[in-house]
């Protein structure tokens, strides 16, 4: 009984997420949990559920999205390809939520002027702005440039120092280790499965 508690939540705390009446995690659980008289679900099991409900609601056009998507993240990451770009987010799960979903990509240069300078030679003009993060017990601050593509996707390019390739980082959300899709592996998966879900199991 408990375990489908928890399950109704986390269909409930799905709906709010998907349909923009929650916009963080934890407030969908608490006020799903209240709403149905059941227990808080992990992050986890409220992702999968709103993978669920945004396949069957959004159906192939949701894959085409996807790979549109893929596609548009493959063209930012050439253009930075000096800057080891990785593809992170929902783009690189596969779990897009084709009305609200945006492209995020990491790089990694010890200052902010080349990367602009490459942006601007491609005609991209982002908007600058600081977002600090907590990484384990240590508190960072990095440089975000966002911008929208010709399509209409909201790109959010990461920039971080050098030093930080190869930290690992631990999802909030399905709690594993967030790899991403480098370059080279995201043409790879373009080509041989470009509608691949990375989720943990």
Not at 64 to 91: C, D, H, I, N, W
Not at 118 to 144: A, D, F
Not at 168 to 173: A, D, L, M, W, Y
């Amino acid at each position: 009984m408990k375990w489908e508690q928890r399950h109704e939540v986390a269909k409930e705390a799905a709906r709010l997420l998907y349909y923009g009446l929650a916009t963080e995690y934890i407030f969908a659980k608490k006020r799903a949990a209240r709403s149905l008289r059941g227990p808080l679900p992990s992050n986890k099991e409220v992702a999968l559920e709103l993978d669920n409900l945004a396949e069957s609601l959004e159906g192939d056009e949701r894959k085409k999205r996807l790979v549109s998507m893929r596609m548009e993240a493959l063209t930012y990451m050439e253009f930075l390809k000096e800057f080891q770009p990785v593809l992170k987010g929902s783009v690189w799960r596969g779990t897009i939520i084709t009305k609200r979903s945006d492209i995020d990509i990491v790089i990694y240069a010890d200052t902010t002027s080349e990367p602009l300078a490459v942006l601007n030679k491609h005609q991209i003009h982002p908007e600058i702005k600081y977002n600090s993060r907590q990484i384990g017990s240590i508190s960072k601050t990095y440089i975000h440039l966002l911008f929208t593509s010709p399509s209409g996707t909201n790109v959010e390019i990461v920039v971080r120092p050098t030093e930080d390739q190869g930290l690992r980082e631990i999802c909030e959300v399905f709690g594993d280790i967030i790899t991403g899709f480098t370059l080279s592996k995201l043409v790879r998966v373009l080509k041989e499965d470009p509608t691949m879900k990375v989720l943990p199991d």
